[in-house]
Structure formats: structure tokens, C-alpha cells
């Protein structure tokens, strides 16, 4: 029995223990996307209000996980979930379904797996401006053609960043972003 009850015990404390806080800007025109992090079993996902639009965050049927906001309405509200069940879950705004996402909640992550899954981009292809979103404050980014030639860079200033690709030719580029010590490289087309 001692031996049972030192399992959970120890089980417990590494959810406790790893548990992350996934932030995801709740408001009219979320990309889906970006409203569907990959997370680890004990990771709490935080949805914040960024507009005073009336939203709530509602899991759809058959998900691992069952939640409900209620509906709320201004721009300081959130809403946080701690995900105790692998499994995908999909969500919705019941007062507006065109906002919806998914949570997928996987046994364990390292650091940089999380960063590469949870990198979103769009659109792709591209016109004017390329947005990259990651659960990671993004650093910087290289613009590289097609021949490896760097031909844009900027810093990131937040999980959020806006590359400016109205100046380049339609084409095939590299972008390659990093967080910290980790990065990976995007293809994007250009149109």
C-alpha cells in the first residue's frame, strides 16, 4: 500500500513540477493555429481576452478534456485550463465559432520540441507580411532565398512577430527564427 501511494505521489509532483502556462490572445481573428498549442500532460493553457468582444472558451464533444468559461466580456478576462488527460481537445467561441482551436496534450516534451510545435506562420504564400507566433518570445529571424543569400533580419520583441516580405520578389525563402538557444528554419512562398 506505502509503495502504491508513493507512486501517485511522486506521479503528482512531476504534473506539478512540469507544469507550463501556455498564453493564447483570445480575440476576434485568432488565427487557428495559433490557438492550437501542443502541450504536455500538467500544462495549463491561459486564454486572455484582447478585445471586449463577448466570447467564452467551450470544448466541443468527444474531446479528452470537457471545460467551459461561461460567457465573458471585456478585454481583462482570461480563462485557464490545466490539461490532465492526453488526448486532443477542440474549443470553440459558442459566441462566435469562427474562433476555435485545439489542444493537444502529449506525455512529455523536450524544450525544443516544444518550441518547433508550437511555431505557427501565416499566410503562406505570402504577400506583404508574414506573422510568426510561438509560446516562446521570438529573438530574431533571417530571410534567406533560395540560393542561401540573407536578404531580411530583424529582433522579435514577443511571442508575436510581423516580417515585412513586400519588398522581396516572388519566390521561395528560408526564414529561419530563434528563441534562446534553440531556432528552426521556415519555407515560405512569396506570391
Known sequence: MQ?????FFLITMNILIAQNVV???WGQGINESVASPTIELGDTVLWKWVDASQKSVTSLPNGAEVFDSGTLKGINNDFSYTFTKTGITEYQNDSDPSMYGKV???GKLSI???FVKNLNFY??????????SSIFKIDSYQVY???GTLVSEGKGTSNLTQVDMSRLNSGLYFVKVTSRNMQTTLKIAKG
Not at 3 to 7: A, H, Q, S
Not at 123 to 132: A, D, G, H, Q, W
Request: charged share 20%; net charge neutral.
Open 104 to 106: 493537444t496534450v502529449v
Open 145 to 147: 532565398n533560395i540560393l
Open 3 to 7: 509503495k502504491i501511494t508513493l507512486f
Open 112 to 114: 525544443e520540441e516544444k
Open 123 to 132: 499566410p503562406n504564400p505570402v504577400k506583404n507580411n508574414l506573422t510568426i
Open 23 to 25: 498564453e493564447i490572445a
